[in-house]
């Protein structure tokens, strides 16, 4: 199959793919079920992880990080998802962290935690999404107010990813009155040590079990003016200025579980006999795989498009809306036909494809549920009549 991602040798892509796919399977692969029952990154992965780049992929060079643009991290987080999403996710809130961090962060933010973010020594996480919703991201409602040498932050916060574990999380509040809710907003460096945060606990999610989703409240948390990060007021801006790469990012960790799966389904169906012939000979099996593959190279297309617009620095938020939008559901879909076509052992934690499963449905949830990319779709195709 040619893979239109990868194809372009000259950036290097092919070989990365390669490497982080050997780590996965050597390095990440004997420690998931002991992972995923403990509900925790173990060391040994968090480890794997950090030495393969992985935590840096896009973090500037000048910090640790490799400097790569997003089809680079795309393949990344394609590789590391067909054996392990989990490991996909941590990988994109520290570097998702890390771009807020490189692209609006003060010079001593940058030095202090960019390179413990590239080198695995410090993970992070961004917290947007309250108990009262997620999807108006404009309606947050955790309340920074100014004080006398910094900011008291209080509010709540929940299904952040990476909660856990993380040593600092990039915190959303409304810093100011006004009008307009996408002009109050800022962000805010918070550490788990800082007096008022409180971490609540880890939610019990279906699937991605050892990321760490959890909540947090803020009491009249006091965090010092360099906090900030950015502008004031310019939070939420900041964040849609990153919404490419989470969601060509989300794309990709979707096609490495629908590869994953996909082949997981034809490695079973080519080698199961039934009534003395094997199902793959079967047409109604056939046109099940047929589209299956179909469906994922639509997605790899659209991911592919949004990533090489993003790394030309064109502003492609229509275009990683619609690739997140479907291949987030073509892991859904496919991932639930592997699970079908394995008969009645594919509900059963003893194939891999159940995890996959249960995996897939975060991600027509996070970085926008598959609602909301369709609005975004659907508007601009009125806003271009
Ligand atoms: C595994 C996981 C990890 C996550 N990690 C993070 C993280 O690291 N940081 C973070 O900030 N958040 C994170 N989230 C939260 C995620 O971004 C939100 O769950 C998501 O934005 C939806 O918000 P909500 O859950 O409050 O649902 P709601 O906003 O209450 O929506 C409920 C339902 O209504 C639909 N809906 C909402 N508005 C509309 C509309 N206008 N039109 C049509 N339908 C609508 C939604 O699509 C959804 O189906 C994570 C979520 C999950 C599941």
Not at 131 to 156: I, M
Request: with cysteine; glycine share 10%; net charge negative.
């Amino acid at each position: 199959v040619t893979n239109p991602v990868v194809g372009d040798e000259t950036n290097g892509i092919e070989a990365l793919r390669q490497q982080i796919r050997a780590v996965a399977e050597r390095d990440l692969a004997p420690f998931i079920d002991q992972a995923d029952a403990e509900r925790e990154l173990v060391t040994p992965i968090r480890k794997a992880l950090a030495d393969a780049g992985c935590f840096g992929r896009t973090l500037p060079r000048t910090h640790a990080g490799s400097g790569d643009g997003l089809a680079q991290f795309a393949a990344q987080q394609e590789e590391l998802a067909r054996v392990w999403p989990t490991a996909a996710v941590a990988a994109t809130w520290t570097n998702l962290s890390g771009l807020l961090l490189s692209r609006f962060g003060s010079p001593t933010q940058q030095k202090e935690l960019l390179p413990a973010l590239a080198t695995g020594r410090a993970l992070g996480a961004i917290a947007w999404t309250e108990p009262h919703g997620g999807s108006a991201a404009a309606a947050l409602q955790t309340v920074a107010t100014k004080v006398d040498g910094g900011w008291e932050l209080s509010g709540a916060k929940r299904l952040i990813d990476n909660a856990k574990n993380a040593d600092f999380i990039i915190v959303g509040a409304r810093s100011s009155d006004g009008d307009n809710p996408h002009k109050t907003l800022s962000m805010f460096v918070v550490y788990r040590d800082d007096p008022g945060f409180e971490f609540g606990g880890a939610h019990d999610t279906l699937g991605l079990r050892a990321a760490g989703v959890g909540w947090f409240t803020l009491d009249r948390c006091l965090v010092p003016d360099d906090r900030l990060l950015g502008e004031r007021d310019a939070g939420f801006y900041q964040m849609m200025a990153m919404v490419e790469m989470g969601r060509v990012g989300v794309a990709a960790i979707c096609l490495g579980m629908a590869e994953a799966c996909l082949a997981a389904a034809v490695g079973f169906l080519s080698s199961r006999l039934s009534a003395g012939r094997p199902l793959a000979s079967n047409d109604v099996v056939l046109a099940n795989v047929a589209d299956m593959r179909v469906r994922i190279d639509a997605a790899r297309l659209l991911t592919e498009r949004a990533a090489k617009l993003a790394d030309s620095g064109t502003r492609c938020a229509r275009e990683a809306a619609m690739a997140k939008l479907v291949a987030s559901e073509v892991a859904c879909d496919v991932t639930a036909r592997a699970l079908h076509l394995h008969g009645g052992m594919g509900y059963t934690s003893e194939v891999k494809v159940e995890r996959f499963f249960r995996d897939a449905q975060a991600f027509t949830i996070g970085e926008g549920t598959s609602e909301v990319l369709r609005l975004i779709v659907g508007r601009a195709e009125f806003a271009a009549q």
